[in-house]
């Protein structure tokens, strides 16, 4: 499987040239930075705080407005993306995890293609899983007191970024019944706080944004993370929660739960795929070249802020922003997965919520 280790986001990180000999104004004009997720969920936190500093770096300091395009978990907004050609810089696409995997496992639903975008900053996030009191108050490290209990899930879909939390739960041993069709994991949180849900999970950004407070105020239990990948591409614990167990160390001490075989190696491979460079930012397919220089270099001018690492932390977590070069060799690490995994995937899906992909 591929590894993406500390030294491969060094290497990403290193990889950028950002000089650019001209630059495109934006005086006076508005960009729309579209979301194709509802306005409650991670990638909406994700870009309404890099929206403001990135108008604040690109030339004319333009108004950047975040637009949201849910549906179909998230195919709707990136279908529509595919058909623009507006490449004058007024236009950005932010795509995360649940864009990637149903292009990776040839959702009849994708139109798109990522390899037409042009990537100009890639940021990587992790995920919190969490339960509902009297579960939580059962969790001690390992799920084997969890696997009685009948778990209900707010889910966007099993081809989305949720297979990986739900494939997870099932290696653990835990009935978890997914409730399909909600627009973003904020809409997840939602039925959780309303009692419809007793298990969910969000992305750093949506879980420091929402679900924390919910734990502070014991109304939720933090159950664990997917944790974070070392340099050698081992699963280590999450740099932004670093008090919470991975999954990984829950599933070592639940019994029946395996880290290795084939399971394991699937799970790995997507949660490497979905998570480690989970959002990502787009112009147009045919953008000239001046335009995404200066997409590059005012990214790269956020990422260089003296206070980005602290208001980042607070916000979408403690992860690295790739631009330019390295935002392409990010999406290049987002994009593949073994075919391996990707079979093992499909049967699953098959198997489990009689899901029928293309092999």
């Known amino acids: 499987m591929t590894k993406f280790t500390r030294a491969a986001l060094a290497a990403l990180l290193a990889a950028t040239p950002f000089a650019a000999t001209a630059e495109t104004d934006l005086s006076g004009e508005t960009v729309e ?26 030339p004319g300091q333009p108004t950047v407005v975040v637009k949201f395009m849910p549906g179909a978990g998230s195919t709707k907004g990136a279908n529509w993306f595919h058909e623009q050609e507006n490449g004058d810089g007024t236009l950005i696409f932010g795509s995360s995890g649940s864009t990637q995997f149903p ?9 798109y293609e990522y390899n037409d975008w042009e990537p100009v900053m890639a940021t990587g996030t992790g995920g919190v899983a969490y339960l509902e009191p009297e579960a ?4 001690d490290g390992s799920a084997n007191a969890l696997q009685d209990i009948d778990f209900i899930y707010g889910s966007q879909g099993a081809t989305r970024l949720d297979l990986v939390p739900l494939l997870a739960w099932e290696m653990l041993g835990m009935n978890v019944e997914p409730v399909f069709g909600i627009k973003g994991r904020g809409d997840g949180r939602l ?75 699937a799970w790995k491979a997507f949660f490497v795929a979905g998570f480690p460079v989970q959002k990502l930012a787009f112009l147009p397919k045919g953008t000239d070249q001046e335009v995404i ?14 206070d980005f690492e602290q208001i980042s932390s607070q916000t979408v977590g403690e992860y690295p922003v790739f631009v330019g070069e390295g ?33």
């Open 136 to 139: 939580g108050a059962k969790f």
């Open 327 to 359: 935002a392409q060799r990010a999406l290049e690490q987002a994009t593949s997965v073994p075919q391996g995994a990707k079979d093992y995937v499909k049967t699953w899906l098959r198997d489990s919520y009689g899901v029928e992909l293309e092999g």
């Open 103 to 111: 292009y990776l496992l040839n959702d009849p639903r994708v139109r």
């Open 33 to 58: 930075w579209v979301i194709p997720f509802s306005e409650t969920g991670g990638s909406a936190k994700w870009a309404n705080f890099f929206a403001p500093l990135l108008s604040e770096a690109l």
């Open 191 to 265: 039925m959780f706080e309303r009692g419809e849900a007793n298990i969910d999970y969000q992305t750093t950004s949506g879980y420091l944004g929402g679900s924390a407070d919910l734990v502070e105020q014991g109304q939720a239990v933090a159950m664990m993370t997917w944790g974070a990948l070392d340099e050698d591409g081992n699963i280590v614990r999450d740099p932004t929660f670093p008090d919470l167990p991975t999954f990984k160390e829950v599933c070592e001490a639940t019994e029946g739960c395996e880290t290795s075989g084939e399971a394991w190696d």
């Open 293 to 306: 220089d200066t997409y590059v270099a005012a990214f790269e001018t956020v990422r260089n802020r003296d």
